[in-house]
């Protein structure tokens, strides 16, 4: 875990140092990566019942347990 952090940490060092069109651009790349995690905010409207077993294979381990 602690290799992850490290990781982490070096990632916000990097985007300090982003220009303002650099950020724009990570902000857009993010906002991308969210509605690819669609599924997920289909759970909390309505039932867990709902998402299909093939988008639920597609889950992390993380939320899988946590539909569980």
Known sequence: ???HVASF???LE???TLSATELETLQ???TRSRQKQAPTSKASKGSIF???YE???KFSE???EALQ
């Open 1 to 3: 875990m602690s290799d």
């Open 55 to 57: 988008e639920y294979l």
């Open 50 to 52: 709902e998402i299909p």
């Open 14 to 16: 990097s985007v300090d």
């Open 28 to 30: 857009a790349y993010i």
């Open 9 to 11: 940490e070096t990632i």
């Open 62 to 64: 993380t939320e899988q």
